[in-house]
């Protein structure tokens, strides 16, 4: 009998991934075009097809105050007292208002609603402010992550905002580092340094040793010792993720201790290349949807119903 329903509930999940593909037809292009097979959105398996379930079902409402890059300094301060992040000198929601002759530290202009919206003024001295406001302005015109169907960007209040650059011993260019936290535990690292001319990249298990894989096109050949604030940085990540089944917390260091970065809900927007691909299966299995918002709060009949589909396929324990 339970042969029979497992078959049964299979059938359904393979018949609702048609219909997922039919109506999510640009996520479902962009995949095959990048991981050159069509993805399984109803019964997610891998890392990435995951994220991509996540984008179509689990608007989770605390997405966008973790997106949110004034909110979620707000989350590190209540939650670890003792993180640092980088000093907002300035916010507002016109671009127009920013006080560029008070400004005498670097700092980074940035927009609280997006990724890729800033701007970096190492030397105060040196800077083109009627370039800064022309780009902020139109970066708060946008819906950040329309395209993508990020969806919990458009959720978040456009504000434009300064913050103090951190890194001065790195020449205010931190290496950045990102923990991916599934199921409470870091599961990998990876590393980003050189930004202004050539990103390098690594990728590490949270030991510090190096992974045997590449991400799509970028250089991941870089050879970099661990930080000195590593078990902190590892503390303070597993803290603040341990609150979703799966986040990624970044974080730069400075002086040898860490300082947050950003929180990031759709790493690479669910098209990371991981190769050999089977790391993007085995990051797939640590990785249990059981746990997101949606399915541990079902918002709805169907909910309900497509919950004990995938429990009754074996998708989802029992």
Same mark, same amino acid.
């Given at each position: 009998?339970?042969?029979?329903?497992?078959?049964?509930?299979?059938?359904c999940?393979?018949?609702l991934?048609?219909?997922l593909?039919?109506?999510?037809?640009?996520?479902?292009?962009r995949?095959?075009?990048?991981?050159?097979?069509?993805?399984?959105?109803?019964?997610?398996?891998?890392?990435?097809?995951?994220?991509?379930?996540?984008?179509?079902?689990?608007?989770?409402p605390?997405?966008?105050?973790?997106l949110?890059?004034?909110?979620?300094?707000d989350?590190?301060?209540?939650?670890?007292p003792?993180?640092?992040?980088?000093?907002?000198?300035?916010?507002?929601?016109?671009a127009?208002?920013i006080p560029?002759?008070?400004l005498t530290?670097?700092?980074?202009?940035?927009?609280?609603h997006?990724c890729?919206?800033?701007?970096?003024?190492?030397n105060p001295?040196?800077?083109?402010?009627e370039?800064?406001?022309a780009?902020?302005?139109?970066n708060l015109?946008?819906?950040?992550?329309?395209?993508q169907?990020?969806?919990?960007?458009?959720?978040?209040?456009?504000r434009v905002?300064v913050e *103090?650059?951190?890194?001065?011993?790195?020449?205010?260019?931190?290496?950045?580092?990102?923990?991916?936290?599934?199921?409470?535990?870091?599961?990998?690292?990876?590393v980003?340094?050189?930004?202004?001319?050539?990103?390098?990249?690594?990728?590490?298990?949270?030991d510090?040793?190096?992974l045997?894989?590449v991400?799509?096109?970028l250089?991941?050949?870089?050879?970099?010792?661990?930080?000195?604030?590593?078990?902190?940085?590892?503390?303070? *990540?597993?803290?603040?993720?341990?609150?979703?089944?799966m986040?990624?917390?970044?974080?730069?260091?400075?002086?040898?201790?860490?300082?947050?970065?950003e929180?990031?809900?759709?790493?690479?927007?669910g098209?990371l290349?991981?190769?050999?691909?089977?790391?993007?299966?085995?990051?797939g299995?640590?990785?249990?949807?059981?746990?997101s918002?949606?399915?541990?709060?079902p918002?709805?009949?169907?909910?309900?119903?497509?919950?004990?589909?995938?429990?009754? *396929?074996d998708?989802?324990?029992?």
């Open positions: 009998m339970h042969r029979v329903k497992r078959s049964a509930a299979r059938a999940l393979l018949l991934n048609v219909v593909l039919v109506r999510y037809r640009r996520l479902g292009q995949f095959f075009e990048k991981m050159r097979r069509l993805p399984n959105f109803a019964a997610p398996v891998t890392f990435t097809e995951k994220i991509h379930w996540r984008k179509i079902f689990d608007d989770d605390r997405f966008a105050v973790v949110d890059k004034l909110r979620a300094k989350i590190v301060s209540g939650s670890l003792w993180l640092r992040f980088p000093r907002v000198l300035w916010q507002g929601v016109d127009r208002n560029f002759d008070e530290v670097p700092y980074i202009v940035k927009c609280s997006g890729g919206m800033n701007i970096a003024v190492p001295s040196i800077v083109d402010r370039a800064i406001v780009r902020m302005s139109e015109g946008e819906t950040y992550g329309a395209k169907m990020e969806r919990a960007y458009a959720h978040i209040e456009p905002f *103090a650059l951190v890194g001065r011993d790195q020449g205010y260019e931190p290496v950045d580092y990102k923990f991916c936290v599934v199921g409470g535990r870091v599961a990998y690292i990876i980003v340094a050189f930004r202004s001319s050539v990103k390098n990249t690594a990728h590490l298990d949270r510090w040793h190096p045997e894989i991400q799509g096109e250089d991941s050949t870089l050879e970099i010792p661990p930080p000195k604030s590593l078990s902190r940085m590892i503390e303070a *990540a597993e803290a603040l993720g341990s609150q979703f089944d986040m990624r917390v970044d974080f730069y260091e400075d002086e040898g201790e860490p300082v947050f970065g929180f990031t809900v759709y790493p690479r927007s098209l290349q991981f190769d050999p691909a089977t790391f993007d299966h085995q990051l299995t640590r990785w249990n949807i059981a746990g918002n949606y399915l541990t709060n918002p709805n009949r169907f909910a309900r119903l497509y919950k004990r589909v995938l429990v009754a *396929a998708h989802l324990p029992g």
